[in-house]
């Protein structure tokens, strides 16, 4: 048997659970150590972490729904993730008036790479979380809600870690984000999820979404541990630990009549 027959034969996709669990350790293993970090480790893990966990996304999406999941995640999230990032940074539309450091590393057009498979990574989760509960524009807004929900958490850390900064001198703010971050990020992540959810077909049967609610739970453990404890700020906890975390319940709740997740 040639050496492409070979490839073409192996059974790749069947691999990709041990793949997925792989991921989900590696991303452990970055973030555990995170909060007693600082300066250039910090940095280093915080972009390397967003990578493991991006691929360990892509991993889930290819074993549960197939290579066409993958394509659509990559094009959906990175794609216009990257638009608004940076017409969001020029022009403080929608997510209101900031500027990127050179913290995250390798810039694309001033967006920082890194950026886009942030939003493909967790984006993944929260197509997860509307094909749960259904699909259309009201299972679009439930995903959406699930990454202004993550974002309570993200935007506080990432100013903590000087990767952006906001420039606006209105209010009003919550935990030193301005609230028109929110509103942005809900009506893009209404568009993104809407489009994944018309481009990603269900899972397949008996390939559970164990993996995407393990990384689910692990976020909102993580963070609320970080904020609460290390960070020594609990209001960013008071208010994303509940959001979250009411929200993934609602969700779980809501589909709790399906089979296997």
Known sequence: MSVPTALRAYDWRARLPTAGLIGFAA???????????????RRVVTIWSVVAFFLTSCAHAWWSRGLRAVAALVAVCVGIGFVAEWIGSKTGLPFGNYDYTDVL????????????LAWAMFGWLALLCAQ???GGWSAAA???????????????????????EWRDTAGPWLNAIPLVNSVGWFA???????????????????????LGWMLLGWTLFA???LFAVFFDNPAVALVGTPVLGLVLLAV??????????
């Open 27 to 41: 991303v452990l293993a970055l973030q555990v150590p995170y909060p007693l970090l600082s300066g250039e480790g």
């Open 105 to 116: 590393g390798l810039r694309v057009l001033g967006v920082p790479a890194v950026v886009p």
């Open 132 to 134: 749960r509960v259904g």
């Open 142 to 164: 439930v995903g959406s809600f699930v990454l202004v929900a993550w974002d309570l958490f993200l935007d506080p850390q990432m100013v903590r870690l000087d990767a952006w």
């Open 188 to 210: 893009v992540g209404v568009v993104m999820i809407r489009a994944l959810l018309a481009l990603v077909p269900a899972r397949v049967a008996n390939r559970p979404d164990d």
């Open 223 to 225: 963070e609320t541990l």
């Open 252 to 261: 779980y709740r809501l589909g709790r009549t399906e089979s296997a997740l």
